[in-house]
């Protein structure tokens, strides 16, 4: 199957630093989304990304699909940052409804 | 519009006990699909329902059963609880036309 890694496992910023968390992925993806776990423990959708460059606010990502890989921008981070983000992927054929692998996360802390 | 829900938020149950946990799709989504998350790890994919039917398992037990409704909304049921089911079972909804997967908050499961 598939494999997915994230690096780097563990980040800690102070606030106001820039970030870049990668999402390396072995194989060919249909569907590449970015989450952020919040405390309570729900996934925050980020991006749908299965390629090209997207922004909203102070995120971004760019997933290079030829050459497996996606990156989040977190800018000008802040406390509320903080939290694991999941890169997850979906093998082709699985159209938008299939099964999600998921990468191990990447855990963000942002100190004040 | 209502995102995806869940229920119950918390539950505690013992040791061989059946457990039941219910999720309620962004309206208009016919794909509903469950993950575990077990702490430190990403989640790890149960089944797909689209359409009423399964469309896909992951690598768990038969003691882990679903079921998908007219209206949509799903059943995870897992019975014989072992110690290592405790974890967050997290449900997610997707359509066919918007892209991306939408999670709920998740049903926090201990097994004592």
């Known amino acids: 199957g598939i494999q997915v890694e994230q690096s780097p496992p563990d980040l800690i910023l102070q606030e106001g630093a820039n970030s870049t968390l990668r999402c390396n992925f072995s194989d060919s993806v249909n569907n590449l989304q970015w989450f952020h776990q919040n405390p309570w423990g729900q996934l925050i959708n980020l991006f749908y990304i299965p390629s090209g460059t997207k922004q909203n606010g102070r995120l971004s990502a760019t997933t290079v699909a030829t050459e497996r890989y996606s990156l989040l921008y977190i800018s000008s981070s802040q406390t509320t940052d903080s939290g694991v983000y999941f890169c997850?992927?979906?093998?082709?054929?699985?159209?938008?409804?299939?099964?999600?692998?998921f990468g191990q996360g990447t855990t963000l802390q942002v100190k004040p | 519009d209502a995102g995806v829900t869940q229920s119950p938020t918390h539950l505690i149950k013992t040791r061989g006990q059946h457990v039941t946990l219910r999720c309620s799709p962004i309206s208009g989504h016919k794909s509903v699909s469950w993950y575990q998350q077990v702490l430190g790890q990403g989640p790890q994919f149960i089944f797909q329902y689209y359409e009423k039917e399964e469309r896909g398992r992951g690598n768990f037990p038969d003691r882990f059963s679903a079921r998908q409704f007219p209206n949509y909304s799903s059943e995870l049921n897992v019975n014989a609880l072992l110690l290592g089911d405790s974890a967050l079972y997290l449900c997610a909804s997707s359509s066919t036309t918007v892209s991306g997967a939408f999670f709920g908050q998740g049903t926090r499961l201990t097994v004592v």
């Open positions: 997850a992927v979906m093998r082709p054929g699985s159209g938008n409804t299939g099964k999600l692998i």
